[in-house]
């Protein structure tokens, strides 16, 4: 009811009657509003809607029935009590009235108890009818929003990758699910309704409400489980599920969130698969390998065994590769690892190091000769041709074995070792196999000890240059020098380049050391260029991978423009080997910098191709011939017909010749004879520090004046005399 005082509408055409109700209202704290006819009424009401109204029947116009049956049937209006007043007693006219809608009757002259006894009664009806038709509304609102709510979770349920399943706990039966389970299941939503979760689950209806009441009881408040559910068509499903309780009344509702793991598992087993095998063959990686070799060394040791790792690399693979391409290499390595696998037993592994590097581990009770059945196994199976995509494919391999517990304990090590006794087999000449020794971890310690200071020599500039001139016979005069590289490595003197370069070589390294030597030279013909030296020809060692890595074409280009000198007084000398390596590059180097002027020489020739092929194609202007034949050139006459046919095919191909190594009189005079045209060699002088060999420049102590005049085919006619030279 409203907390203002009830309106009351007075109907009649009558003053005095309205005043007279207005009267008797009023003081009962009534608001009164009056009409005096049917329209006014209406017009009255539709304004501003009234708590009750007093209808006259009879009134001019519109009567009393007609208002009652007009606000009766508007529902704006419907709820508002009218008590007719009438001065008609009849029952007819109080039948009409009540067909018309009207609420009350009141007899005139009004009574005023019953007026106020049938007012508040009507009054209070009307509040209580209000308060239910607001309730009713309101809670048709609340229907309407928890309707919508559900909608929208229902949607959400549906459109979620994950199945949802709502479990009553005293039904035991589903009473939601989303459309998600239904999909994944294959279930129709009524099928599973029909069904129940221990249906479609794996566990017993028992197990299963245990778990729900341990949920229930709060001992496990988000529980994650990886189980498995039936699908419809019998398959099993792997899922994940989430499952939380929820009250709901007297029951308990399990909500049950899961998710298909199938993909996942899949995908990581396909990481797996992927992290511990070698794609191309199948045969575990360098990874699983290293494990397998972890969990083989504690077997051995509970057993008291023995175990071998067999460490086996193809031989010359590369050469495979280039000549028949990638994929008959990869196919090859594919067929060599089923073939290693039938070399071994089942209990033995074979892994794939990486690139052509294959491993076994053989695990022994005390046939110690196993690992050698193994190798020789593995290289008789070699013997057979590969055949790929039509092609007869041979190789050979090169292996090393360690044996445990004898040359070491650890796995990384048992591996490291039998790589080093690989490596032994192919200086041995490659197809075959070598057992790891004592011997050779000294050396491989030792070997890098020494890799470690070169490292350290390349950063703190330990290396310096000698010069060993080179003598033009026809004048007798230092026509050039050779640049020669030496370690001063501190605490040990200077190293043997013999000891080092190689590990230049093979570490990379050569190619910085490389570049230093020819600024360094380039440097040294700057400073005597424009000092009282003048003029001096310096040859730098280049070797084949500063052709392949770094700058080569570069760095010379650069070292000749800073230190502002002529390109011919620098010379590159270069071993046919290292001509060999990246041809085309190699080439098309040489050209660029023989157009500039720069000098290039042929290094040890004799003793590698020796083609003449070769000597077309790159831009050479001399020959070098090989310290081999110059050592025996007076007492073996192979090397001296050598030696001769090297002169002879350079001048015919208008090339310069050298000789290196000349140490003997004897071994001058043949090449002044044959025509040589320069030689370099412990005769005249050693390798030099600059120190020492600017004072001979500078004085011209070796004394070979007079050559130019010597009859040089009369050896014992030569007129010159030879300082000794300096130690
Ligand atoms: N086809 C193929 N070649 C590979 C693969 N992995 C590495 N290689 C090549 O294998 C060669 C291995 O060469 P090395 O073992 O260094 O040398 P090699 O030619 O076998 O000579 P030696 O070992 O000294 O006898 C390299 O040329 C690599 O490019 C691969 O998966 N497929």
Redesign the pocket.
């Given at each position: 009811m409203s907390s203002t005082a009830p309106t009351i509408l007075i109907v009649d055409d009558e003053i005095q009657n309205r005043k007279l109700l207005e009267a008797l209202l009023r003081p009962e704290g009534y608001f009164t509003r009056c009409a005096s006819s049917g329209e006014e009424a209406l017009a009255s009401i539709a304004e501003h809607a009234p708590d009750l109204i007093l209808l006259d029947i009879m009134m001019p116009g519109m009567d009393g029935f007609e208002v009652a049956v007009i606000l009766k049937a508007n529902p704006a209006t419907s709820n508002i009590p009218i008590i007719m007043v009438t001065a008609l007693d009849d029952r007819s006219a109080r039948l009409a009235g009540l067909n018309a809608g009207a609420e009350e009757f009141l007899t005139k002259p009004v009574d005023r108890a019953e007026l106020w006894l049938r007012v508040r009664n009507l009054l209070r009806l009307k509040a209580f009818g209000d308060f239910l038709q607001n309730h009713s509304v309101i809670l048709e609102q609340e229907v309407q929003a928890r309707t919508a709510d559900l909608q929208r979770f229902r949607s959400a349920m549906d459109a979620t990758a994950d199945a949802i399943f709502l479990v009553s706990r005293n039904t035991m039966r589903f009473v939601e699910i989303n459309a998600t389970a239904c999909s994944m299941l294959g279930y129709t939503r009524q099928e599973l309704f029909d069904s129940s979760p221990a249906e479609i689950g794996e566990v017993s209806l028992e197990a299963l409400e245990n778990s729900y009441d341990n949920i229930i009881a709060g001992q496990k408040i988000d529980v994650l489980v990886d189980t498995t559910i039936r699908r419809k068509d019998g398959t099993y499903l792997q899922v994940e599920v989430h499952q939380q309780a929820q009250k709901s009344g007297n029951d308990w509702i399990i909500v049950g969130v899961a998710r298909d793991l199938t993909e996942r598992k899949e995908s990581a087993q396909r990481l797996h698969q992927l992290a511990h095998y070698d794609v191309?063959t199948g045969l575990p990686n360098r990874t699983l390998f290293y494990e397998a070799l972890k969990n083989a060394l504690i077997q051995a040791t509970d057993s008291d065994w023995l175990l071998a790792v067999l460490f086996v690399?193809?031989?010359?693979?590369?050469?495979i590769?280039d000549t028949l391409g990638?994929a008959i290499?990869?196919e090859l390595?594919n067929q060599f690892g089923n073939r290693l696998v039938q070399c071994v037993r089942p209990r033995d592994t074979v892994g794939r190091l990486?690139?052509?590097?294959f491993a076994l581990i053989l695990l022994m009770h005390d046939e110690s000769s196993y690992p050698t059945l193994v190798a020789n196994k593995i290289r008789e199976v070699l013997r057979e041709p590969f055949e790929i995509q039509d092609q007869e494919v041979t190789i050979s391999a090169?292996m090393g074995i360690t044996i445990y517990p004898d040359d070491a304990t650890a796995h990384e090590t048992l591996i490291k070792y039998a790589d080093t006794a690989m490596y032994r087999a192919?200086q041995a000449g490659?197809d075959t196999y070598r057992f790891f020794t004592a011997q050779m971890n000294a050396e491989v310690l030792a070997r890098h000890d020494l890799e470690v200071a070169l490292h350290k020599a390349v950063e703190n500039k330990e290396f310096v240059l000698h010069y060993q001139p080179k003598v033009l016979l026809k004048s007798g005069r230092i026509i050039g020098l050779e640049a020669l590289l030496r370690w001063q490595r501190p605490g040990y003197g200077l190293i043997s380049p013999h000891l080092f370069i190689p590990i230049l070589e093979e570490t990379g390294l050569i190619v910085r050391v490389g570049s230093w030597a020819i600024t360094t030279a380039c440097q040294q013909i700057g400073q005597w260029l424009h000092g009282a030296i003048g003029p001096m020809q310096i040859s730098v060692n280049v070797a084949g991978r500063q052709f392949i890595e770094g700058d080569l074409e570069g760095d010379v280009l650069k070292a000749l423009l800073d230190h502002d000198i002529p390109a011919d007084l620098l010379e590159l000398e270069l071993t046919e080997g290292s001509l060999m390596v990246n041809t085309e590059r190699t080439i098309t180097i040489l050209k660029n910098l023989k157009t500039r002027g720069v000098q290039i020489s042929i290094d040890d020739f004799g003793t590698g191709y020796s083609s003449l092929a070769y000597l077309r194609r790159f831009p050479i202007d001399k020959l070098k011939i090989d310290i081999a034949f110059i050592r025996e050139v007076t007492t073996n006459p192979d090397d001296a017909a050598i030696a001769l046919a090297i002169i002879r095919m350079a001048h015919s191909l208008k090339l310069e010749v050298i000789a290196e190594g000349v140490e003997t009189e004897a071994q001058l005079a043949f090449l002044l004879r044959y025509h040589c045209d320069q030689i370099q060699g412990y005769y005249f002088s050693p390798p030099l520090p600059l120190l020492e060999l600017e004072q001979i420049l500078l004085s011209e102590t070796l004394d070979l004046v007079g050559m130019a005049d010597s009859n040089t085919e009369r050896q014992d006619e030569l007129p010159i005399t030879f300082k000794s030279a300096p130690q």
């Open positions: 191309l690399d193809l031989d010359h693979f590369k050469n590769n990638h290499g990869d390595l990486g690139g052509d590097e090169s192919k490659r």
